[in-house]
């Protein structure tokens, strides 16, 4: 088990061009979510998903950002048209969830988007 | 809407000493969970402890231990014999009952030791 990877790391744009960040999860974990985190601040829930189904998007996921998991392991999140306000930090999670107690979430390095 | 709040940016501590990280959270929800989550300068976040709102006792994990106080919505961090390797960015966090997994962050402190 080697945890949760995100590709890139790192990722430097031009305002206006399209990126898109990967996260493997744990093998065994059937949820997956994305956080986005600015300087200086907490995480911010983005969306989340059960296997392949998308169950929750945050009113901060316009219509710029899509993510999907397709066969509920590795999952992909698309920014179109970056704009500087994007700059940030995309952290991965990835959890077990048992329908007993509250998973515990495992979290990615991160890929830091610098959008110029 | 739940909220989770750090109102201390930044605190520092002397190795072997004890330090207490505060947190203060708003739910209406009578069931839900409680973290702390440390992330050192360029490292990923791990889970330092965590508390179900159902248990009474405290958490307890080797040198990390929390004083939850559900009636006040309290949730502190008290890291005893701090070590070097301790310095990190700590996050306070918050998770809903059943389905509603996802986590609310506070702002985070940034804990620095002193050799």
């Known amino acids: 088990d080697t945890g949760v990877s995100q590709n890139p790391r790192h990722k430097i744009t031009k305002r206006g061009q399209n990126v898109t960040f990967r996260c493997d999860p744990i093998?065994?974990?059937?949820?997956l979510y994305w956080y986005r985190q600015t300087l200086g601040q907490g995480p911010e829930f983005l969306t989340y998903?059960?296997?392949?189904?998308?169950?929750?998007k945050s009113r901060l996921l316009s219509d710029r950002f899509s993510a999907e998991r397709p066969k509920g392991s590795f999952s992909t999140l698309e920014i179109q048209r970056t704009e500087q306000g994007d700059s940030a930090m995309y952290l991965c999670?990835?959890?077990?969830?048992?329908?007993?107690?509250?998973?515990?979430?495992?979290f990615g390095p991160g890929t830091r988007l610098l959008v110029l | 809407a739940q909220t989770v709040t750090q109102s201390q940016p930044e605190m520092s501590v002397q190795e072997a000493e004890t330090v207490t990280l505060s947190c203060t959270y708003d739910?209406?929800?009578?069931?839900?969970?409680l973290f702390w989550y440390k992330q050192p300068p360029s490292r990923q976040m791990i889970l330092v402890i965590r508390?179900?709102?159902?248990?009474?006792q405290n958490a307890t994990e080797n040198r990390f231990s929390v004083n939850f106080q559900k009636a006040a919505k309290s949730f502190s961090l008290k890291i005893s014999d701090s070590q070097l390797g301790d310095a990190a960015m700590y996050f306070c966090?918050?998770?809903?009952?059943?389905?509603?997994?996802?986590?609310?962050f506070g702002k985070g402190i940034t804990l620095s030791v002193r050799p």
């Open positions: 998903f059960q296997n392949e189904a998308q169950l929750e």
């Open positions: 508390q179900e709102a159902y248990k009474q």
């Open positions: 093998s065994e974990h059937n949820r």
């Open positions: 966090a918050y998770s809903g009952p059943g389905a509603n997994s996802k986590l609310t």
């Open positions: 739910t209406s929800e009578s069931d839900y969970y």
């Open positions: 999670a990835s959890s077990l969830s048992s329908g007993g107690p509250q998973e515990t979430q495992y």
